[in-house]
């Protein structure tokens, strides 16, 4: 791991009855994400004190490559599908590691 890589949080919130629907909807970016080339880390949480509350964690090795996961076709078809399903969201924002 490299402190040169990118980190994103992304987090999005389901309408409390959709909380099911987006889970699996975000699960099915796990599989092809993980699989791109400059993808690190991509991992899926949910809050445990409010499950509508999801959020990624990721690292990608470049901006380069963060560009092409988000211009990816699953990507851009998820984000189509949330709408609807999310009260908030996607909210992308990029860090870098300091220590």
Wanted: aromatic share 6%; with cysteine.
């Amino acid at each position: 791991m490299s402190n040169t890589n990118l980190r994103v949080v992304a987090r999005l919130c389901a309408y409390p009855d959709k909380i099911e629907e987006l889970k699996t909807l975000l699960l099915g970016l796990l599989e092809p994400t993980h699989q791109e080339a400059g993808c690190v880390q991509y991992d899926l949480l949910q809050n445990l004190d409010n499950p509508t509350d999801f959020t990624f964690v990721e690292e990608w090795e470049s901006e380069a490559a963060l560009a092409s996961h988000l211009a990816s076709a699953h990507i851009q078809t998820a984000l189509h599908q949330v709408q609807g399903l999310v009260a908030s969201g996607p909210n992308i924002e990029r860090y870098q590691l300091l220590g």
